[in-house]
């Protein structure tokens, strides 16, 4: 009992980890992108499954999902941790 005690007072001994630098979470933002993320012309032509706006590189698609649908890749985030 005291040793938990002693745990509990001194807390946990990981480090907090900033979100953008968590490979977990970033790996995860990743694969959600290119789930959104369709093909239209075969190796010419990627569409953001979200708002349907086209792209020439799934780079491209990730990045726009990255910065125009933060708010999804939030709640997907939040989810898998629920």
Known sequence: ???AEKLLAKGPDEKLQDPQEDELL???????CLDKTKEVTEGKKYV????EKAF??????VK???NKHEDRLQ???DSYFK
Request: hydrophobic share 25%; net charge positive.
């Open 56 to 61: 020439r590189s799934t780079e491209f698609v």
């Open 64 to 66: 726009h999902i990255k």
């Open 1 to 3: 009992m005291q040793q």
């Open 75 to 77: 709640r997907h985030n």
């Open 26 to 32: 970033v790996e995860m933002k990743n694969q959600y």
């Open 48 to 51: 953001c499954k979200i708002c």
